[in-house]
C-alpha cells in the first residue's frame, strides 16, 4: 500500500510500565496483542489516504515525511487518549499515559490532518495533502468538461483555466500572518473546489451574458486575446473593487482576484458585471 517496507518498534518496558501505571489490565496481560492493535489501527486510514495504494501523490507524502519508515508506539500527554503524529521521520501511535489502549481503534482517524501538520512543520508554505486532494478532485478532474462548456459559449475559442496553486497557498499562508480570521484548515479542504466555483461561476454569466451572439463573443476574445481566464489571490489587505473579489482584464488575460479572507465567499457572483469589461 505504501510502496516502501516499513518495520514498528515499540518499547515493551515502557509500554508495560505505563499499563500499570494506568491500571490496564487488557495491556498488562496481552502486551503484545494491544501494541499490534494500535498499528493494526492505521490500516483502515492509510487505505483511506492512499485510495487502496492509487493515490501515489499521498504515497509519497507520506514516505516523505516518514523517512525512517518506522511505526512506533509513544506516550503523549497532551493527546485524551489515542492520536498519531509524524515526529524525526517516525510515525508515531500516540497515547496518553495515564489512559494507555483507550480507543484504539480511533487512534488514525486524523491522519491527513497529522500529516499536513507534519507537512507544515517541514515547510509552511507547502501546498496541504488535503488541498492537492480536493485540487485533483473537485478541479483538475473537471477542468476538461469545463474547458469544452467555455469553448461552446465562445463558438470554438479554445480557454484556458489558470491558477498558480503553490503561489495562491503561499498567499493564503502569509495573510494568516496578517489577518487570524485566515481560515487555514477551511481553504485547505476547499482548494480545488472554491477554484471551480469561481470557473463555474463565470461560465454561467457568459451563458446568460453572451448567449452565443457572434458580436458579443467577438467583444470577448479580442479583449481576452490570450483566451486566458485566471483565479488569483492577492495579499491580505489589498482594497478590492467589491467586497469579496475582483476582476479585470489585463495584459489579454481575464483575472478573479480575491485575498485569503475572502477565498470562496461568493465566488459564484465574482463575475456577474464581466460584460461592464468589454
Known sequence: MLKQTYKAEVNFNQFYAYAVAGDSDWIKNSPGT??????????????????????????????????????????????????????????EFNFNPTNPGVNVDYTCQ?????????????????????ARRDLQKEFEDKKEDLTSQFKEQL????????????????????????????????????????????????????????????????????????????????????KLKDSYYEIEIKDGKFIIRTTPSNYGTNGDYATQNFVDLL
Open 34 to 91: 494491544a501494541a499490534l492493535n494500535y498499528i493494526e489501527s492505521s490500516v483502515y486510514y492509510l487505505k483511506r489516504l492512499t485510495e487502496e495504494g492509487k493515490d501515489d501523490m499521498a504515497i509519497e507524502a507520506f514516505n516523505d515525511l516518514v523517512s525512517e519508515r518506522i511505526f512506533t508506539l509513544e506516550a503523549d500527554p497532551k493527546v485524551s487518549y489515542s492520536d498519531c503524529s509524524i515526529r524525526n521521520g517516525k510515525f
Open 110 to 130: 486524523e491522519l491527513e490532518k497529522r500529516l499536513d501538520e507534519a507537512l507544515a512543520a517541514k515547510d509552511p508554505e507547502a501546498l496541504p495533502v488535503i
Open 155 to 238: 463558438l470554438g475559442a479554445d480557454v484556458k483555466l489558470m491558477a498558480d496553486y503553490d503561489a495562491i497557498w503561499k498567499t493564503i499562508v502569509a495573510g494568516k500572518k496578517v489577518n487570524s480570521d485566515v481560515d487555514l484548515e477551511s481553504c485547505s479542504r476547499r482548494f480545488g473546489s472554491v477554484l471551480k466555483q469561481y470557473f463555474e461561476g463565470f461560465l454561467y454569466y457568459m451563458k446568460n451574458k453572451l448567449n452565443k451572439d457572434d458580436m458579443m463573443v467577438e467583444g470577448f476574445t479580442e479583449a481576452v486575446s490570450t483566451l486566458e481566464l485566471w483565479v488569483e489571490v492577492a495579499p491580505e489587505g489589498t
